[in-house]
């Protein structure tokens, strides 16, 4: 079986940047053999709301949302519609100070970037205890 790299990034919430606490909430994947860019997400309302009481959770919900539209690059991509697998990886990675913020990129190699994308939500995402919904 044929392996190629792929990258990923978390994506985080943190929701009072001043203090600095954070959650994972979704992954990103992007392979270029398969020119392919997808994004998985996860919000664990009640670990956020621990974090912030007054965490806009409709926002962030709404933010991920986005995320995920930019990896298909269906019309509520915007501009970016146009932009191939790398290059909206490449944007969604750029480093930001909103409440939802990309991590740092990794590297791996694997035959399956959508079952990755799977894989790595569950390992580092979601806790546990959560079971898949």
Known sequence: MKRDVFEYALLRVVPRVERGEQINAGVLVYSRAKSL??????????????????????????????????????TEAGQAAGDDAGRRFRWLI????????????????????????????????????????
């Open 37 to 74: 860019v997808a994004a998985r997400t996860h919000l664990d309302e009640a670990r956020l709301l621990a974090l912030d009481p007054d965490a806009d959770v409709a926002g962030v919900r709404a933010a991920l949302r986005a995320v995920e539209g930019v990896c298909c690059g269906g």
């Open 94 to 133: 750029a480093p930001r100070s909103t409440v939802v913020q990309p991590g740092p990129v990794h590297t791996g190699l694997t035959a399956d970037p959508e079952a990755e994308a799977d894989r790595l939500l569950e390992l580092l995402v979601r806790s546990p205890t959560q079971t898949r919904r």
